[in-house]
């Protein structure tokens, strides 16, 4: 953080203002979150440079030891400024490996910052955990209790390094972004990393960015012993879904649902589970009220980025998760003047899923997407009636509505104007 000495300023005597003045405008621009202006403010003059800097401490960005030193000495010239650190970040400004630059500052910053009370939020980027001490870890406990932790594209040997970084911090929510450049070589099955097993009792929510080939590799072992988590959000940053369903998707899918659905006690019973591809193809969310009658899978997909048979091979893979509700809901960004027919398409293959991995099933939703509403709305068909020629066994099962309600139904007004024929 540079802030600007008060050697060779302007002084205030110089306004006609009155420095009281000066000091509202200077906290109205720091409520507005206007780095760059109290930092133009700070290079004013000496009276406004001890304001600025009660605002500009409550973020601290260091950037290299140098930073570290400056910023140390910084909020030790007062006993209130350590009070107003709220957010860290840290960014090595490095890809090298640890052999070829110096990063033991980023290890001695617990250290030498280890009083901030109120400390909320901390940012980790690009930095290097492949070569820590053993006493890395154990000092960032000092930051335990964060509301929030971020570690962005770490470089990392063995899962442990990450997992153990997240554990010491203790905060409620944490994102971790990976790269498949900084990460180690990864064999089949994430063979030779070790198990992904992160304990942390105040973790609550967790949200992983993630190309598909580590994913495929983590989830092979993840253990989350977590009492208190009850969302995890996964992005898969590098792929989209493929046009048929690749074996090796079937276990990853199946390693998400098995986190959801909690068949042993070392997987804590979460309330929400999201997994999505970064390019908007497949979104899919498992949720969990409290109530096994009411579990529910929702499947949002683009039929022009993802095939049908790849949502048939998620339904599949989701089997063990015991699901009550499923709703599939298809969306595209086709012209709005575009009219599907839904006739056409291989909705047989989900109803045929359905019928094969999902026994304990009550209720299907299915949203065929506004362009297929315009085919039908210009073709005049009833609900029922195209629900029974696309999914015909889960209407035999009695999961979809037997009777159409005129308010949806494309055929039948909502006025009470029906055709009795259907």
Partial sequence: ????????????????????????IIDIIAEENRVPDLLNCSLVCREWVSRCRFHLCITAHLFSSADLSS?????????????????MRVNSQSSLPAANSSLSWI??????????????SLYLTNIDL??????????????????????????YSRWSQLTRLISASQSLQTRLVLSETLGPEIAHNGVGLGVFYLNASHLQQIRIDIPWKILAAVSSSWIFTIPSLYRIVINVTDIS???MFP??????????????????PRHPLLANVNMTFEDESVAVELVNYGDTERRKLTVRFNDELCSFAYIAGILSSLTSCDLKVIAIRRSDKREPSTSLNP????????????FNSHHHLTELEVDLSQHSSEYFTQNKHCIINIYSI?????????????????????????????????
């Avoid at 909020?75 to 400024?81: C, E, N, Q, R």
């Avoid at 070569?131 to 594209?153: I, N």
């Avoid at 074996?247 to 042993?264: I, K, L, Q, T």
């Fill in 247 to 264: 074996p090796e998707h079937r276990y990853v899918w199946g390693s998400v649902g098995a986190v959801f659905y909690a068949p042993s």
């Fill in 130 to 155: 492949e070569r820590q001490h053993s006493s890395f870890w154990k000092s960032y406990t000092t930051f335990r209790g964060l509301s929030f932790l971020e570690v962005r594209y770490p470089r």
């Fill in 390 to 422: 696309l999914f015909p066994t889960s209407m035999t099962r009695g999961v979809l509505p037997q009777t159409c309600n005129p308010d949806v139904c494309w055929f039948h007004d909502s006025n009470g104007a029906r055709d009795e024929d259907g």
């Fill in 241 to 243: 879904p493929a046009a």
């Fill in 107 to 120: 290890a001695h910053i617990p250290l030498r910052l280890s009083k901030l009370p109120n400390l909320e």
């Fill in 71 to 87: 910023f140390t000495g910084f909020i030790s010239s007062s006993p209130l400024l350590p009070t107003r650190v709220r957010v």
């Fill in 1 to 24: 953080m540079h802030i600007a000495s008060t050697t060779d300023m302007t002084s205030v005597e110089d306004y006609e203002l009155p420095i009281e003045l000066w000091e509202q």
């Fill in 343 to 354: 006739f056409n398409e291989p909705w047989h293959l989900i109803d045929r899923t359905l």
